[in-house]
């Protein structure tokens, strides 16, 4: 039954899933990593070797390293880069990165792309920074996996896209971290869509429904910047709010199943469950709408509420049937996925390290930036309570959340306020109220 919630934790190797490592602290889970690495970390020597250089060494970029080692032979981690030596000092010591190739700083990742000796970059910052590395990577020759989201700002998202562009024609490869696309089994269940499995595509859902993040509280002596980076999850220009950090996955099967990105939106969202300072300025629900050509419309939900059901996945309706995207179709065509299994996470780094050696590179940062913005437009939506069409904010809107440039850890950066939607408004809204929806 579709409505049983649904929850698809990542497992790897001996029960360790992604899910328990983003439970962990980052220096806790990067000693963790170093004890799991242990016979894994094998470099085979040889041309056909990959260097990888990871930005980002925190939680997301310490399994990120584990998996792309384990993802392909000839692969060595050769450097690192973060804001926090804490961070660079647990992963240098799991990954036995010289200490010449380890960088700490805002600026760390310009060193770390200057290196010569990285072939392959993994941008695992929170997303606020992912347009301003993956275009400094495609402009220094460097092959990118960008963790997705890949931004948090339709500015951002621009930059993600003409970036991308440029590694075309530097024929550089460009990973974009939503991870089900390289899933055997929803691979499968999207291809027989495509092929008429439900039949004509009328509606679907997709919920990213769980509890609230771990919290980071702000110590005596740190700086609004240094403790916003640490408590990333919790402002908006880090994260883009939680539509935006973990439901644009869900929204990019969506957009993959259907083959197309939506043209109109109306959400709603708020923040009812948390008040204390720590939990910064975002909001901890949203329900939206999405209207995709076709006249197919897709309800979205979403939430980080301790105490309420979990609830994590999509469901698509046919004219013939419906599907579950990840290897079950009911109806007339019903079907069970039985073939090969892979760790879609490590999986990703396979496809775009074949593709790297067999000189066909992968380039997936139109569609990665497409599903992102579908969740920004979503949060903007919800914030303002306004209807909108996908043409405005990729015309006309020309908000941007991307840090400042010359940014420092030391300093003041007073919380912005919770969005109220009775007040909010974003640069590019029109002075006219968008029309609405027939």
Known sequence: MWGTPVKKGRKASGGFSRRDFLKAGAV???????????????????????????????????????????????????ALADVFPDRVNALKAACKVKDDHCFVGLDAYKA??????????????PQAFRPVHVTEAI???KHVLMEAPVAVCPAGIKMVIEASNAAKEKKLAVGGGFQKRHDPAYVETVKRLRDGAIGKLLTAQCYTNQGCPE????????????????????????????????????????????????????????????SAPEYGNTYDHFGTEFFYPGDISVISMCRNIEGTEERIG????????????????????????????????????????????????????????????????ARESGYMRQQFRRQFFTSKCTQSLLPPEGLKLSDAKPMDAIPDPNRYKFPGFPEEQPKKRK
């Open 112 to 125: 770390l792309l200057a290196s010569p000796d990285v072939d392959l970059v993994v941008l695992a910052t």
């Open 215 to 274: 919290v980071y509280k702000k110590k005596d002596n740190e700086s609004d910047v240094e403790w916003q980076l640490r408590n990333w999850r919790f402002f908006i220009w880090l994260s883009g709010d939680h539509i935006v950090d973990a439901h644009a996955q869900r929204l990019d099967v969506v957009n993959w199943a259907l083959n197309a990105q939506p043209d109109n939106i109306h959400s709603l969202g708020s923040r009812q469950s948390r």
């Open 314 to 377: 999509e469901h698509l309706v046919g004219a013939k049937g419906s599907t579950d995207c990840c290897g079950t179709i009911k109806g007339e065509t019903a079907w069970k996925y039985d073939g090969p299994k892979a760790d879609p996470y490590v999986q990703e780094f396979t496809d775009l390290i074949k593709s790297i050696r067999d000189g066909a590179p992968l380039n997936e940062g139109q569609a990665a930036a497409d599903s992102t913005l579908s969740a920004i437009m």
């Open 28 to 78: 806790a889970g990067a000693a963790a990593l170093a004890t799991r690495l242990k016979g894994n970390l094998v470099f085979a020597a040889g041309a056909d070797k990959i260097r990888v250089g990871v930005i980002g060494c925190g939680k997301r970029g310490a399994q990120a390293a584990q998996d792309c080692v384990k993802s392909s032979t000839g692969v060595e981690v050769t």
């Open 139 to 141: 402009a220094k020759g």
